[in-house]
């Protein structure tokens, strides 16, 4: 029988992601309390083959683990969530390369490891760089960068050990009892060679001997592979697999399938995974309301309190708000200020004023400064109708832009552009743009093939009706 993949889940997705990754045969280790209680799993303290946490902006995840599980995580996802935005870093972390040499000089090295990745190597390794290849390792500082941070100081890791070349024998800092300390640093003397160093992790604590010294016999094999790989490969190329790296970005539509995998084992109140990615004061108030519901209070009662008690933390007409117009590829371009024109349940209406001279994309037709333009969307929906109207009132044009629905957060407006875009010109002319750019994401893995088909058709949609 096929052995379970592992995952460990934490932050405020962790029961829905539970249940999804249950869902899909994984298996879930190291489970907090909460979730032990909620799904009536067991202690598992089992190292996991991928793990799940918050985002620093609470709008996703970030997933680190094998190629396979993190792969069978983002199919998962791509079929439940629409709107699911997935970023696989383009590098392995901990992977090791046999990289080319760029761009040497007495401040900097610049490696190129393949695939038109070229990573950074601190200036104190500069010393250990000679002739035009070098062997290197991705760090695990700044995952998810452009540039990589490279280091020639390697290792191979495991689930209970390091294997680090020239160093010395360790233990995790984690592992506190004394008598198993001692017992390690033992056991790493035994077992080091070949100007490897062995560290222990803190799982390691919780093993036998046996599996401790299995795992060490599998980490010297790749030692092994790696010197092999060293003299017969050309450079650039990856030598020995690392991890995986994936950015999980959750837009609108995917926090409410999120809320409704939640519901089904906890109290959740209706927009549950917005509220808490809006994070402090409304957060707050969202977790003294679910201990209401799960007190026995009136859903309707519960609900109704608690938006009276947030409202003023969001915004309102004649509010001023960011915008953040986030591209597929995870960069955030803020567009700067705008102000609310009208705000209800189904419509959002702001408008910018252009601070610079230039032309509009799109609509080829000149920008100045003192331009208004005003955007308009309605709650759910899947484009941005944006006019630019000039400082004498006249038209110049509609940029009708696809996107994930906006999200109205206390000081900002935010939502994914999906690259294409339906522009009107001033003489009437219609055209659809940019939908290469939504292939490439799809090749990419960034969208799901589901996405890519409602895009396509909307843009269409918007099109044929400008058309009549």
């Keep these: 029988m096929k052995a ?159 294997l680090a070349q020239k160093a010395k024998v360790g233990v995790s800092l984690k592992i506190r009892d004394l008598d198993k300390r001692r017992e390690l640093y033992a056991l790493g003397e035994k077992l080091a060679l070949d100007g490897w160093a062995i560290i222990w992790r803190e799982p390691s604590a919780n093993q036998p001997r046996e599996a401790l010294e299995s795992e060490i016999a599998s980490l010297f094999e790749k030692v092994k592979i790696l010197n092999e790989k060293e003299h017969s490969t050309k450079a650039a190329t990856l030598l020995i697999e690392g991890l995986t790296s994936m950015d999980v970005e959750f837009p609108s539509v995917s926090k409410r399938h999120l809320d409704e995998l939640r519901a089904s084992f906890a109290q959740t109140l209706d927009g549950h995974h917005f509220y808490k990615s809006c994070g402090g004061k409304i957060s707050a108030a969202l977790e003294m309301a679910e201990k209401l519901l799960e007190k026995g209070q009136s859903s309707s009662e519960v609900e109704s309190s608690f938006k009276n008690q947030i409202i003023c933390e969001f915004p309102e007409a004649g509010s001023l708000v960011d915008i953040e117009h986030v591209k597929l590829s995870g960069f955030v371009f803020h567009l700067g200020q705008a102000t609310i024109e009208s705000l209800d349940n189904k419509i959002v209406q702001y408008s910018r004023i252009m601070r610079s001279n230039g032309v509009y994309d799109g ?11 005003i955007s308009k969307t309605k709650t759910g929906e899947s484009y941005i109708a944006t006019k630019y109207i000039s400082k004498e009132g006249e038209w110049k044009g509609t940029y009708i832009n696809l996107n994930t629905p906006v999200e109205v957060y206390p000081k900002k407006l935010r939502y994914v552009d999906l690259e294409v875009d339906v522009c009107i010109g001033p003489d009437g002319t219609i055209k659809v743009l940019d939908m290469e750019k939504l292939e490439k994401a799809l090749e990419k893995g960034f969208i799901s093939k589901t996405l890519f088909k409602m895009v396509r058709e909307k843009a269409k949609e918007i099109r044929d009706a400008n058309l009549k």
């Design 4 to 162: 379970l993949m592992k995952a460990k889940v934490r932050g405020i997705y962790s029961t829905a992601l539970t249940k999804l990754l249950l869902d899909n045969d994984f298996e879930i280790v190291q489970p907090s309390l909460t979730i032990r209680k909620r799904f009536g799993l067991p202690e598992n303290p089992e190292p996991p083959d991928l793990n799940i946490k918050d985002r620093y902006d609470l709008q996703g995840v970030r997933v680190l683990g094998s190629s396979g599980a993190v792969g069978a995580f983002q199919s998962a996802l791509h079929l439940v969530f629409e709107d699911v935005l997935t970023r696989k870093w383009q590098v392995s972390v901990d992977g090791i390369y046999k990289g080319n040499v760029v761009e040497p000089n007495k401040d900097t090295v610049c490696i190129d490891v393949g695939n038109g990745i070229v990573g950074r190597l601190p200036e104190s390794e500069i010393v250990n760089v000679n002739g035009k290849h070098v062997t290197v390792q991705v760090e695990r500082r700044r995952i998810g960068a452009t540039q990589p941070v490279l280091t020639t100081k390697l290792k191979i890791v495991g689930n209970y050990a390091i």
């Design 363 to 373: 609509l080829g037709v000149t920008k100045e400064a003192g331009d208004k333009a």
